[in-house]
């Protein structure tokens, strides 16, 4: 695996039937941990410095070559049949943020192996089903009330933060709106500027409205620019002031809250498709890893244009993202051979008996040769 300045460590893939170097093990000595992704040493730093698509309308045929992208899909916590489902409905990538799992986690051991499986095995399950796999990194709000584990995190955020596969840090925001959260939203802040990445913001689900202006106002008191940042979860309350302000504004399709599929596309009626974006933001709890393609075959029945339809469910996310530098197009319209043969780290997506995916490279002129 390479970061994203272009240094060489342990891939975290091979070729069919080989594993890769099985390091990993915590080290605290001298300061230093080693990364289970990919057997880096992590130095600490100052924390300072094509289908048919269930819809609300009844079935409905997806468009043939329609791309999507969930730019905020926790796949840690989905199956191998979530991802063969994504692919068959057009899903092309996904972004994976650093998120709450569902139980507090109690140290930094913890948090370094969660980052390195979504930075790492999570990259290359998603790469088994033909679908690129990104992620976000941060330290989220929920976790930044643990004052003492917070600042472990803080320090080796920025060697995750440079690992290959990251496209911006997230998810950062409020929670219950703390000193501590804000204390770790302005130094997280600062470490995006420093590294010219992009932000994932996660806005709470309390108090919404004040909590995203809040938010809005420490990012420009950063001088944070707002085309560089996405600021998700919002509701009808929230999007008018996240678009006035010059923020990209994602929505997360969740079932019977949050917002909807037919709220949305009521929304991109209104607002029109400028920097919107949809994401399902699936994880453990009732979410579905088809949202995106769902929203966007609504919206197609209720008569928003195709032109539109591509912008909130995969270019606005593509343009953003895009702006670290990692995530380009051209990773899935011209991607390597699919293999499901291939290992990580001697273990396969496969069981006994079932039968591997396995492509063949199409010819192309340039591979032509006069003998």
């Known amino acids: 695996m390479a970061d994203r300045r272009g240094n060489s460590s342990v891939d975290s893939s091979t070729s069919s039937g080989n594993t890769v ?44 070559g329609t791309m999507f992208i969930d730019p905020h899909a926790h796949m840690i916590s989905r ?37 390195s499986s979504i930075l790492g095995f999570e990259k290359f399950r998603a790469g088994q089903f033909g679908i690129r796999h990104y992620c976000c990194i941060g330290l989220n709000p929920k976790e930044a009330n643990n004052e003492a584990l917070a600042e472990e995190v803080l320090a080796v955020l920025p060697e995750f933060a440079a690992k290959d596969g990251v496209v911006a840090l997230g998810e950062l925001g409020y929670d ?22 992009p932000i994932m913001v996660h806005t709470p689900h309390r108090d919404k409205h004040r909590g995203t202006l809040r938010t809005m ?25 996240v678009l006035e302000r ?32 949809a994401d399902s933001a699936c994880d453990w709890g009732v979410s579905d890893p088809l949202a995106v393609p769902k929203t966007a075959a609504l919206m197609a029945e209720r008569g928003i244009a195709a032109a539109s339809i591509r912008q909130v469910t995969y270019s606005n996310a593509l343009a953003v993202y895009g702006l670290s530098g990692v995530m380009r197009e051209a990773d899935w319209l011209d991607p390597p051979p699919l293999d499901q043969r291939t290992l990580f780290r001697g273990n396969s997506v496969l069981r006994g008996g079932q039968t591997p995916r396995i492509e063949v490279a199409t010819p192309t002129m340039h591979d032509l040769r006069i003998r």
């Not at 040493?41 to 269930?54: D, N, Q």
């Not at 219950?176 to 010219?196: F, G, S, V």
């Not at 969740?254 to 991109?268: A, C, D, F, Q, S």
């Open 21 to 64: 170097d099985s390091r990993g093990d915590l080290d605290r000595a001298g300061d230093r941990l080693t990364c289970p992704c990919c057997g880096s040493g992590l130095a600490f730093k100052a924390s300072g410095s094509s289908g048919r698509l269930e819809s609300l309308g009844g079935a409905i045929p997806a468009t043939a």
């Open 79 to 115: 199956t191998t049949d979530d991802y063969e489902a994504m692919a068959r409905a057009g899903v092309v990538a996904v972004v994976e943020p650093s998120f709450w799992q569902g139980q507090a986690r109690t140290s930094l051991g913890s948090y370094v192996d969660y980052l």
């Open 176 to 197: 219950e709106q703390t000193p501590q959260e804000d204390r770790c939203l302005r130094l997280q802040i600062d470490l995006a500027r420093e590294l010219d990445l």
């Open 217 to 241: 106002d420490v990012l420009t008191e950063h001088q944070f620019d707002p085309a560089r940042c996405v600021i998700d979860h919002n509701t009808e309350e929230t999007v008018r002031e």
């Open 246 to 277: 010059g923020y990209f504004a994602g929505f997360s399709i969740y079932p019977h809250t949050k917002m909807g599929n037919e709220r949305l596309t009521e929304i991109v009626r209104q607002y029109g498709p400028e920097r919107i974006i």
